[in-house]
């Protein structure tokens, strides 16, 4: 299995509160991405990194930030959690532009109250 | 129009016969296509990878591109009860980008 590891798996948070979502890779892939999933929506790709300090939006990135301020670390912040972020996280990493080959982490499952 | 599309099922198949899970994306000039498998409370995982137009077979899936048409499709031999899971169609919508766009899955039973 590539080394990805996701931090926290579980999390249970108030509305209004910010909350920050680790991935750490031991693969040294460039590429990182971090996705939501949600029931009868897929995988919807929120912002993904290529490059330390190099990041881009994807289709649902109101309400969060990312950073990359080491190749192995790509951190996912909701500024302001509501209720419509409750949702499992997944983080994934590539070497390859193009996404090819991504693999996945285990999943944040994040519940906003 | 979604970028990406798929028969949200479910599809249920009796245990070995063939199932076939379908695609169509809609950025002409998309270069590559995945199909991850994701089992119940599990993460994705890459199962196969098709680039140009035809027919690739790995064990016992193929993937299928046809480029004119848009539509790649995943055809599962032999279905085994383990194979029941959702399938993702996946995307690259641009040549060059680094993007990689998803469909809403197929959940696929195999009966015993």
């Known amino acids: 299995d590539a080394g990805i590891t996701q931090s926290p798996r579980h999390k249970v948070t108030e509305t209004g509160t910010p909350v920050t979502l680790r991935c750490h890779q031991t693969?040294?892939?460039?590429?990182m991405y971090w996705y939501r999933q949600d029931p009868g929506h897929g995988l919807r790709l929120i912002h993904y990194?290529?490059?330390?300090?190099?990041?881009d939006k994807g289709e649902v990135s109101d309400g969060y930030s990312v950073s990359r301020s080491k190749t192995e670390d790509f951190l996912l912040t909701l500024e302001s959690a509501t209720s419509s972020q409750t949702s499992v996280y997944f983080c994934?990493?590539?070497?390859?532009?193009?996404?090819?080959?991504?693999?996945f982490g285990q999943g944040t499952r994040l519940t906003v109250v | 129009q979604k970028e990406v599309e798929q028969n949200s099922g479910p599809l249920s198949v009796p245990e070995g016969a063939i199932a076939s899970l379908n695609c169509t994306y809609s950025?002409?000039?998309?270069?590559?296509f995945f199909w991850y498998r994701q089992y119940s409370g599990k993460s994705p995982e890459l199962i196969m990878s098709?680039?140009?137009?035809g027919d690739k077979e790995d064990g016992r899936f193929t993937a299928q591109l046809n480029k004119a048409s848009q539509y790649v499709s995943l055809l599962i031999r032999d279905s085994q009860p383990s194979d029941s899971a959702t399938y993702l169609c996946?995307?690259?919508?641009?040549?060059?980008?680094?993007?990689?766009?998803f469909g809403k899955g197929t959940k696929l039973t195999v009966n015993p």
């Open positions: 994934a990493i590539s070497d390859n532009r193009g996404a090819t080959e991504a693999f």
């Open positions: 693969e040294n892939h460039r590429y």
């Open positions: 990194s290529y490059g330390v300090k190099d990041t």
């Open positions: 950025d002409r000039v998309s270069q590559s």
């Open positions: 098709i680039y140009s137009n």
């Open positions: 996946a995307v690259v919508p641009k040549g060059g980008s680094e993007k990689l766009v």
